[in-house]
Nanobody, 115 residues
Framework: EVQLQASGGGLEQPGGSLRLSCTASGFSFDDYSIAWFRQAPGKEREGVSCINGNDGSTTYPDSVKGRFTISADNAKNTVYLQMDSLEPEDTAVYYC????????WGQGTLVTVSS
């Protein structure tokens, strides 16, 4: 059974940093991409990063490029999202996602950026 377990959210001040983790199980980590999405109150869910498990290539939207870094530890089946220079607009519930025959989502972890 495919499972994604996200963790690492919390309250941080503007300009601060947080690191999210997503531990995957039930599929071959190297063969699939894992992405992070976020959903702020009243807004649609948006993608904020993606990493290809096979070649390690990454993608980011302009809104987080240069501030967020996605990485993977294939030995631990874990993907990380390092978030630096946080802004209040980054406040959202963050979800990790993969597609293995169908969509799978982690349970979400809340990130709040506020002074």
């Amino acid at each position: 059974e495919v499972q994604l377990q996200a963790s690492g959210g919390g309250l941080e001040q503007p300009g601060g940093s947080l690191r999210l983790s997503c531990t995957a199980s039930g599929f071959s980590f190297d063969d699939y991409s894992i992405a992070w999405f976020r959903q702020a109150p009243g807004k649609e869910r948006e993608g904020v990063s993606c990493i290809n498990g096979n070649d390690g290539s990454t993608t980011y939207p302009d809104s987080v490029k240069g501030r967020f870094t996605i990485s993977a530890d294939n030995a631990k089946n874990t993907v990380y999202l390092q978030m630096d220079s946080l802004e209040p607009e980054d406040t959202a519930v963050y979800y990790c996602h993969t597609y293995v025959s169908r969509d799978y989502w982690g349970q979400g972890t809340l990130v709040t950026v506020s002074s």
